[in-house]
């Protein structure tokens, strides 16, 4: 009997044949150097796959992924990930993509204790804090939902933006770009929401000077 992995192994061994009969160099081109020029920020959500639903082969996105694709400035991993592009890859752009139907935002929009999670999505109960009159007049559960996504995206671009390794890039080297963008998951379009350019001036609150 066949587990349900080995359907994984099986499956490497023939992507890995069909890239090698296209292009015998294949892996010892991308086994040299790494230098993708975007950093993606996206949901865990098996459904968005960076590569897949952008259309770009291995090598082209440096990509960080957790539950609601959440920016916060204590999450050692998010924080190493961000400076290792930024400062090691030197991305161009860093793109925050949220999707619709997301299970962290509804769960944030519930008041089901769902245990850690709690802490994790805790943040998104502060943008839908931030944005209530807008998000709260919306009639129809699934596009008040959408709406939060999206406000979601929006709000960890903005965080990115708080964090000294951006604000010392966009002083020192004019980038990265960063987005925000929304998937979605019954069309599998990619909805493009804002965008923060490298000579943007944020919120004095959030600047640092000595970078
Ligand atoms: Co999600």
Same mark, same amino acid.
């Given at each position: 009997?066949?587990?349900?992995?080995?359907?994984?192994? =099986?499956?490497?061994?023939?992507?890995?044949?069909?890239?090698?009969?296209? !292009?015998? /160099?294949?892996?010892?081109?991308?086994?040299?150097?790494?230098?993708? #020029?975007?950093?993606?920020?996206?949901?865990? #959500?098996?459904?968005?796959?960076?590569?897949?639903? =952008?259309? $770009?082969?291995?090598? /082209?996105?440096?990509?960080?992924?957790?539950?609601?694709?959440?920016?916060?400035? =204590?999450? @050692?991993?998010?924080?190493?990930?961000?400076?290792?592009?930024?400062?090691? @890859?030197?991305?161009?752009?860093?793109?925050?993509?949220?999707?619709?139907?997301?299970?962290?935002?509804?769960?944030?929009?519930?008041?089901?204790?769902?245990?850690?999670?709690?802490?994790? %999505?805790?943040?998104?109960?502060?943008?839908?804090?931030?944005?209530?009159?807008?998000?709260?007049?919306?009639? !129809? %559960?699934?596009?008040?939902?959408?709406?939060?996504? /999206?406000?979601?995206?929006?709000?960890?671009?903005?965080?990115?933006?708080? $964090?000294?390794? %951006?604000?010392?890039? *966009?002083?020192?080297?004019?980038?990265? #770009?960063?987005?925000? *963008?929304?998937?979605?998951?019954? #069309?599998?379009?990619?909805?493009? @929401?804002? $965008?923060? =350019?490298? !000579?943007?001036?944020?919120?004095?609150?959030?600047?640092? !000077?000595?970078?």
């Amino acid at each position: 009997m066949q587990h349900s992995y080995e359907r994984l192994l =099986t499956g490497n061994k023939a992507w890995a044949e069909d890239k090698l009969k296209n !292009d015998p /160099e294949y892996f010892s081109k991308l086994s040299g150097i790494q230098r993708p #020029d975007f950093l993606w920020i996206g949901c865990s #959500d098996s459904r968005v796959p960076a590569n897949e639903v =952008t259309g $770009t082969p291995p090598g /082209e996105i440096f990509v960080h992924r957790n539950v609601a694709n959440i920016v916060v400035q =204590t999450d @050692l991993n998010l924080m190493s990930v961000l400076q290792y592009a930024v400062e090691v @890859l030197e991305v161009k752009h860093v793109i925050v993509c949220g999707h619709y139907g997301c299970g962290g935002v509804l769960a944030a929009m519930g008041r089901n204790n769902l245990g850690i999670i709690n802490q994790w %999505i805790s943040s998104i109960k502060d943008v839908h804090r931030l944005h209530r009159a807008e998000v709260d007049a919306i009639p !129809d %559960i699934e596009a008040r939902n959408d709406r939060m996504v /999206e406000l979601n995206v929006c709000e960890q671009v903005n965080n990115l933006a708080k $964090t000294a390794i %951006i604000q010392s890039a *966009w002083k020192h080297h004019k980038r990265p #770009d960063i987005h925000g *963008w929304a998937y979605g998951l019954k #069309d599998g379009h990619i909805k493009t @929401l804002c $965008t923060i =350019t490298a !000579d943007t001036q944020i919120d004095p609150i959030f600047q640092y !000077d000595n970078l």
